[in-house]
């Protein structure tokens, strides 16, 4: 009976994983996300500007490199969509996506010892990028499972933006929907309506989506989101696959720790 009565107390998964974005201020991530449901993490790289977070790709070595059995034990990683080669720079991500893919077929084959269940071709997506669909070779090439990131940056709205995706991406390419809200460019539930209308169009399997857990800082860069800005995303998002963006530098255990004491008191219906 007490067993039962502590599974009844259990808190809900209010979010499936949590992105991680290494670099060396970051390269050996903690927190309690798991706590939140988090069992699948999603790395934004593995290789970035021509530095490598995983040994035997040939690419120079970060100063500082993860430790990977660690990070494959814990467990908010579980499971583990791998992000293959990019650029911190976006412009010069998408100028150069014929190395990044060459790059990215060496991490393909140098992944490291975790349990690896789809890859992340990290070069952000949107419609204002004209040549976009230059990359379906490629992707047609990258391993599977496979994943892409997009976000409307001139506000097509998420039926054009389906609709754009569906006439060049490959069918069997999964779309991580960046909901904006980090900078203020929509609500959580016109983020929900983007999501639905991707869904509509593509295959309610082929779309998540990550909550940009961070907001614009007074002076510049940005701060974590509180408690109250980041819950409303978390419930909009509800029957989706949701991945807080990013666990590392914004989603502290105090963070988590305010998001279980709000759950508890207004549980999730």
């Known amino acids: 009976m007490?067993?039962?009565?502590?599974?009844?107390?259990?808190?809900?998964?209010?979010?499936?994983?949590?992105?991680w974005q290494p670099d060396n201020a970051h390269a050996d991530p903690h927190g309690d996300w798991d706590k939140l449901g988090a069992h699948e993490l999603i790395v934004q790289w593995t290789a970035v500007d021509g530095i490598s977070f995983v040994p035997g790709t040939g690419l120079?070595?970060?100063?500082?490199?993860?430790?990977w059995e660690r990070i494959g034990q814990e467990p908010w990683a579980r499971d583990v969509i791998i992000g293959l080669a990019g650029r911190f720079d976006e412009a010069a991500a998408r100028a150069n996506t014929a190395q990044l893919f060459i790059e990215s077929m060496r991490l393909a084959d140098a992944r490291p010892p975790v349990h690896v269940t789809g890859y992340y071709f990290p070069v952000?997506?949107?419609?204002?990028w004209r040549d976009a669909s230059a990359l379906r070779t490629m992707l047609d090439a990258l391993p599977r499972p496979?994943?892409?990131s997009v976000y409307d940056r001139a506000n097509v709205g998420g039926a054009a933006l389906a609709q754009w995706l569906d006439q060049w991406l490959p069918p069997d390419v999964g779309v991580l929907l960046q909901d904006g809200c980090g900078v203020y460019a929509r609500e959580p539930h016109v983020a929900r309506e983007y999501a639905d209308q991707l869904a509509a169009k593509l295959g309610r399997a082929r779309v998540r989506i990550i909550a940009e857990s961070f907001r614009p800082k007074v002076g510049g860069g940005f701060r974590a989101a509180t408690v109250d800005?980041?819950?409303?995303?978390?419930?909009?998002?509800?029957?989706?696959?949701?991945?807080?963006?990013?666990?590392?530098?914004?989603?502290?255990?105090?963070?988590v720790r305010g998001l279980l004491d709000a759950y508890k008191r207004a549980p999730l219906r």
């Open 229 to 255: 800005e980041l819950k409303p995303q978390i419930d909009a998002y509800r029957g989706y696959r949701t991945y807080l963006f990013d666990g590392p530098h914004y989603v502290s255990d105090e963070l």
């Open 2 to 19: 007490s067993a039962m009565t502590n599974a009844d107390a259990a808190p809900p998964r209010l979010i499936d994983g949590i992105v």
């Open 124 to 128: 952000e997506i949107d419609p204002t």
């Open 60 to 67: 120079r070595a970060a100063a500082r490199m993860p430790d």
């Open 146 to 148: 496979l994943w892409i």
